[in-house]
């Protein structure tokens, strides 16, 4: 059996994944989380991040946290590799995999039969170089007159995964959206378990979780990632919060601008994530507010779908 903790952001996915663990353990089903967000492969990158505390990660083994350097461009089919790898230890220890992560993109990638159509050196430099000289929002409108459907489901900041869209349209002259494959697990007895909140509870969670991470210290972690060359890293400087920051240490906006800046991003992108996850209907969701929540995802496990 493979489970999968899906959900927007600050939901609560780490939490449960942990508890669920814990509960699995205590019934003698050994379980161990493998990461599937795409930031939290980046070593220092803990506040902003939310990233299981050492003290959490004590409690239940957990994969694919701190493997890469800032200074790294992480792609989806290099995670692909890492996570199936991971899995596959698992499973071959007789440890339950439980997946935990809030990207679409890369929870498929890892369940589903998810391949990667091929690159182009040529017209990735170009579009590259087209994307620092325009910027992301000129690409994402090219990409949004070309095939809406992507550039609907492609944050307009998000320049990496634009690039990518239109490399792919150039290549295949078809809609990046038939890249993408149909939804089919290629890993067998998969559980995918969704966290359902409400829009006014989950825009107060995100609240309360950017103003925990300014109160931890964020600027101050953001401040030693720069010297570590966090500007130069195309995936990690363009992390929500990250971002921001570095745009009020350059002066461009105020600490409480960068600040508000944050919540109304991750609001935003936690309105995708849950749009996203919502067309799969494989996904079981569970109130993420109910107090029983560990002990109903853990008997729902029990039952076949």
């Known amino acids: 059996m493979i489970v999968a903790v899906v ?3 600050a939901a609560g996915k780490s939490s449960l994944a942990i508890g669920l663990a814990q509960e699995l353990a205590a019934d003698g089903r050994p379980a161990e989380i493998v990461n599937a967000d795409s930031m ?5 990158m803990d506040i902003g991040t939310a990233k299981p505390t050492p003290a959490e990660r004590a409690l239940v083994p957990h994969h694919l946290i701190d493997v890469l350097d800032v200074t790294r461009t992480a792609t989806v089919a290099e995670f692909q590799s ?3 790898a ?8 007789c440890v339950i995999p439980i997946l935990v992560g809030g990207s679409a993109l890369y929870v498929r990638a890892v369940l589903d039969d998810f391949r990667f159509p091929g690159t182009d050196p040529e017209l990735r430099s170009r579009l590259e170089a087209e994307l620092a000289e325009l910027g992301p929002a000129a690409l994402h409108a090219r990409l949004a007159e070309r095939d809406p459907a992507a550039a609907a489901s492609i944050l307009p900041g998000n320049g990496r995964r634009v690039v990518r869209a239109l490399e792919v349209i150039e290549l295949t002259g078809e809609p990046f959206a038939a890249s993408l494959p149909e939804r089919r697990y290629l890993l067998p007895d998969v559980r995918q378990l969704g966290l359902d909140l409400d829009r006014p509870g989950l825009d107060a969670r995100i609240e309360q979780r950017v103003d925990a991470m300014w109160a931890d210290g964020f600027v101050a972690e953001v401040e030693h990632l720069v010297s570590l060359g966090l500007r130069d890293g195309l995936t990690a400087s363009r992390a929500l919060g990250y971002a921001q920051i570095l745009r009020f240490l350059d002066g461009e906006l105020t600490e409480s601008q960068a600040r508000e800046a944050t919540v109304v991003g991750t609001r935003k992108f936690a309105r995708r994530q849950d749009s996203w996850f919502r067309r799969d209907e494989r996904i079981s969701w569970f109130e993420a507010g109910r107090p029983d929540l560990v002990g109903a995802v853990r008997d729902a496990l029990d039952v076949r779908p």
């Open 7 to 9: 959900g927007p952001t």
């Open 86 to 93: 991971a899995i596959a230890d698992c499973q071959e220890r």
């Open 82 to 84: 890492m996570a199936r």
């Open 40 to 44: 939290l492969v980046y070593r220092g």
